[in-house]
Nanobody, 128 residues
């Protein structure tokens, strides 16, 4: 069983920055592929970014086109923590942000159904 707890959400003006954190339980965090998703009411959960645990291919972080160049996903395996640095925020980034863990994969899935564990979510609101 893996428990995920997000933090760092809040209210920010357009153009501002936030950093989300996701603390994970489990002794094998470094082996999990981790992802960030977001959801607004009435819409499906949307992939934002993800990062593999261990990569033999060099680049191990992937982003949705809508956030590429503005958001950065990273992880600290020693602290069992996943991060999402969000810069140049836009009102359309407003959503509940979730972190998720995917087991047994060496790539980053962009479908929510491919993730096995989820956090409770943290609200991000970007005002115009």
């Amino acid at each position: 069983q893996v428990q995920l707890v997000e933090s760092g959400g809040g209210l920010v003006q357009a153009g501002g920055s936030l950093r989300l954190s996701c603390a994970a339980s489990g002794r094998t965090f470094s082996s999990y592929t981790m992802g960030w998703f977001r959801q607004v009411p009435g819409k499906e959960r949307e992939f934002v970014a993800g990062i593999v645990g261990i990569s033999w291919r060099g680049s191990n972080a992937y982003y949705a086109d809508s956030v590429k160049g503005r958001f950065t996903v990273s992880r600290d395996n020693a602290k069992n923590t996943l991060y999402l640095q969000m810069n140049s925020l836009k009102p359309e980034d407003t959503a509940v942000y979730y972190c998720a863990a995917s087991m047994g994969r060496d790539y980053v899935p962009d479908k929510a159904v491919m993730y096995d564990y989820w956090g409770q979510g943290t609200q991000v609101t970007v005002s115009s």
